[in-house]
């Protein structure tokens, strides 16, 4: 998508909606995030796409470098979250869930996430007094920010339609979201040659090979604690402490944001999702509730220190040591909490669209 100039026009059609609120930059930048997410699923690339042109402008523009780190991290939470998701894959598969039904139990958490932050990142403009500085509204901006990429607009709802009427499976979408990304890379003229499209076949491969290494690394230690039992010494510890559905889901999402500020994510979701899922099931929790709930939790691990994988691509763009940055983090990482306990306390934001398309 970055080769194919979507992720310039995503940016574009952002800055023309809500650049010209104060505090522009901190709407853009969520929004920019929420839009890439729709196309993405990946949390991680979403941070590293946005973050090289937004973080270098917010700096321009008067916010800090630990602000525009720091929003920029949390604002890519969302990857996974809002569909497609190559996590809600991934826990799908190893959980037998419908990845169907969690990608639409994404969609509402994904939005209240989004305008949770850019309700923070308001007062926090207003707290540290960055100067609020925009240019006026205009629907000439508009207008031409979405005539060059009204395109890139049309994948998620492609994707959308895709999987709701039964055309592909999730997986299948995301494949055919990267043929369409390469045929609009060639209808841009960002893609010019054979070597463009080898270039970025050789930086998928790489990713790819990474990524199965670390599955099958994972899968090895998923398979160890099978067979030390780790499901029902978690079990027992967490069935000792906690007597309701609620207590002992609360004690699971405790129990893996800890870990998650440990292990990176891919890793939590392939050795521990299975376990922590049959976990919920055997107290009534329903599978597309703890699923979206679960990445959620391994999403917020992502942003903080000391292993956050989002935030070790953020700072290394931003130059500056995640130490420097976490006093920052602290704001917007309330916010996702605050989602978490909310989606706690009404199941229906995740279930509500599943049970509304699928029944």
């Not at 309700?119 to 707290?127: D, L, N, P, Q």
């Not at 060059?148 to 339609?161: D, K, N």
Request: one cysteine or more; glycine letters at 10%; aromatic letters at 10%.
């Amino acid at each position: 998508m970055n080769k194919a100039g979507i992720t310039k026009r995503i940016l574009d059609i952002a800055e023309a909606l809500v650049g010209s609120l104060k505090g522009g930059l901190t709407y853009v930048n969520v929004l920019a995030a929420m839009m890439m997410a729709s196309i993405s699923g990946s949390g991680t690339a979403c941070a590293a796409m946005l973050g090289k042109t937004l973080i270098p402008d917010m700096e321009e523009r008067g916010y800090s470098k630990e602000y525009a780190v720091a929003l920029t991290s949390c604002a890519n939470v969302v990857g996974p979250i809002i569909p497609p998701s190559t996590l809600f894959i991934l826990y799908g598969y190893y959980t037998n869930t419908s990845v169907a039904n969690l990608f639409m139990g994404g969609v509402i958490p994904g939005i209240v996430i989004g305008i949770g932050l850019m309700i923070m990142g308001r007062f926090v403009c207003k707290a540290k007094g960055y100067r609020q500085e925009v240019e006026p509204f205009s629907l000439r901006k508009l207008g031409g920010a979405l005539y060059r990429g009204w395109a890139a607009l049309c994948i998620p709802v492609f994707i959308f339609v895709a999987i709701v009427f039964g055309w592909t499976t999730a997986s299948e979408a995301g494949a055919l979201t990267c043929v369409v990304s390469l045929v609009l890379g060639i209808c841009y003229k960002s893609i010019r040659s054979w070597k463009d499209i080898m270039e970025v076949t050789k930086s998928a491969a790489h990713s790819t090979c990474t990524i199965f290494t670390l599955l099958a690394l994972s899968g090895i230690f998923a398979n160890v604690l099978v067979r030390a039992h780790f499901q029902e010494v978690i079990e027992e510890i967490l069935f000792s402490i906690a007597h309701t559905p609620t207590t002992i889901l609360l004690a699971i999402i405790i129990f893996i944001f800890i870990l998650g500020m440990f292990v990176d994510v891919t890793p939590m979701v392939i050795m521990f999702a299975a376990t922590f899922a049959g976990i919920a099931a055997s107290v009534g929790i329903g599978a597309v509730h703890f699923g979206v709930l679960f990445t959620l939790i391994c999403m917020i691990g992502a942003v903080t220190p000391p292993v956050g994988g989002i935030l070790f691509v953020t700072t290394t763009i931003g130059n500056i040591s995640m130490t420097k940055i976490t006093p920052m983090l602290i704001p917007f990482i309330c916010v996702l909490l605050v989602v978490t306990v909310l989606l706690i306390a009404f199941p229906g934001m995740v279930t509500f669209i599943p049970t509304l398309l699928f029944g």
